[in-house]
């Protein structure tokens, strides 16, 4: 049983760029969350979906958008790339929207040049 | 802003003492987490504790919550090396448990 999966591991991008990330989520859940985790810092909740809408927001400008498809796969695009989007971009699933306890996938480092 | 504070940041001690590192948060709680990361990679959950319970066990792992004073710790008893790496104590909002309330995490190093 495959747990929760990310791509790429790695990406390194310039200023202004537009970058999209990928995550599949643990089999039977239908439910993803976005974190950013800066070095040295906690995660901070971006957003999550749910039957292919975004349910909850956290304090994240515009540039940050998600799509959530079908299978409950779901992307994180960023646009308009700043310095202080490099961070550690982890994905986390859950079976429902009321489940307690979320499964983090390796994440997908970005680094912003 | 960051719901939990741990403490200490940083925890260096020998393998076989035991661990321990707090957490305090700001809001009312229905439950709080505690996940492990290593290196920098995904965060792996360890332990949840409900509003309504005190104390909680799970192997090594035992967390404490105090509610009156909005604050948990976490003990690792018999340390390993493998038990190095990043800590976090994580609270969902009340109404959205899809919503985690990370702190800044206490980095514990296990030194052989």
């Known amino acids: 049983d495959a747990g929760v999966t990310q791509s790429p591991t790695h990406l390194i991008k310039t200023r202004g760029q537009q970058v999209t990330l990928r995550c599949s989520p643990k089999?039977?859940?239908?439910?993803v969350s976005w974190y950013q985790q800066a070095l040295g810092q906690g995660p901070q909740f971006i957003f999550q979906?749910?039957?292919?809408?975004?349910?909850q927001r956290g304090n994240f400008p515009d540039r940050f958008s998600g799509h959530q498809f079908p299978n409950y796969s779901s992307e994180l695009n960023v646009n308009a790339l700043l310095l202080g989007d490099s961070a550690l971009y982890l994905c986390?699933?859950?079976?429902?929207?009321?489940?307690?306890?979320?499964?983090f996938g390796p994440g997908t480092r970005l680094l912003v040049l | 802003s960051q719901q939990g504070e741990e403490d200490p940041q940083a925890l260096s001690i020998q393998e076989g003492e035991n661990a321990t590192m707090n957490c305090s948060y700001k809001t009312s709680i229905n439950n709080l987490q505690w996940y492990r990361q290593n290196s920098g990679r995904g965060l792996v959950h360890l332990i949840l504790i409900r509003s309504n319970e005190r104390e909680k066990h799970s192997g090594r792992l035992r967390v404490t919550l105090d509610t009156s004073k909005k604050s948990s710790s976490l003990l690792i008893t018999a340390s390993r090396a493998a038990d190095t790496a990043s800590y976090f104590c994580?609270?969902?909002?009340?109404?959205?448990?899809?919503?985690?309330?990370f702190g800044q995490g206490t980095t514990l190093q296990v030194k052989p």
């Open positions: 994580a609270t969902p909002l009340s109404s959205n448990t899809g919503k985690l309330i």
């Open positions: 979906y749910y039957e292919e809408e975004e349910r």
């Open positions: 986390a699933s859950s079976p429902g929207l009321l489940a307690e306890t979320q499964y």
């Open positions: 089999s039977g859940h239908d439910t």
